[in-house]
């Protein structure tokens, strides 16, 4: 019994050094924040490691483990909706450099509209656009009709083109290669 048991945590070792990269850069879409994508990823690969044993086919967990970081993540939101907020008066980032401004302003545009969203739209932006998820497989991740996933998703999608309006209504930014000539006088 104890073989087996060392054979089962190797298993699980060798899925965590393979999956964690990916694991913690999905996490940081779902929760806009590497800490807290680091805490997501611990919270999901110890439910995984709990199930391990019963779990077939080890090497092809990946939409399994994504299904768990995805309800944990909605899970927490629920539990702390208004815990996690912290307000500062300056960004925690140092400031951009001059070449990349366009670029990382636009992330930063990005992320505080990704934010703007519940929890439960946020992670079926996640599911659809980020993982290219259909809206089957997504509501069976979410749990819910598929009927569901389109209304929602599709609210999530106006209120992201509202607070990304500016964003995509000017093109591509001054430092960008493919900025076309204006072809107004």
């Known amino acids: 019994m104890n073989g087996l048991n060392e054979v089962l945590e190797e298993g699980f070792a060798r899925y965590v ?18 800490f807290a994508a ?5 919270q999901t690969l110890i439910t995984v490691y709990r199930r391990w044993e019963h779990l077939e086919r080890h090497e092809e967990l990946s939409a399994y483990t994504r299904t768990v970081m ?9 539990k702390h909706r208004w815990t996690r907020e912290l307000l500062r008066d300056s960004l925690p ?3 951009p ?3 990349e401004v366009n670029r990382v302003g636009d992330r930063i545009v990005l992320l505080a509209a990704l934010a703007k969203l519940s929890s439960r739209q946020r992670c079926l932006v996640y599911l659809r656009y980020w993982e290219d998820l259909s809206i089957e497989e997504s509501a069976q991740i979410m749990n819910c009709s598929s009927s569901t996933v389109r209304s929602s ?11 990304l309006g500016n964003l995509t209504a000017s093109g591509p930014g ?3 290669k493919d900025r076309r000539p204006s072809t107004h006088p």
């Open 97 to 99: 450099v001059p070449e």
């Open 93 to 95: 980032e140092p400031a």
């Open 38 to 42: 680091d805490d997501l990823v611990q």
């Open 17 to 34: 050094r393979g999956a964690r990269p990916m694991l913690r850069r999905n996490a940081f879409v779902l929760v806009g924040d590497w």
């Open 153 to 163: 998703t599709s609210r999530a999608l106006r209120t992201l083109r509202k607070h």
């Open 70 to 78: 995805v309800r944990i993540f909605i899970s927490d939101r629920r």
């Open 174 to 176: 001054p430092h960008s």
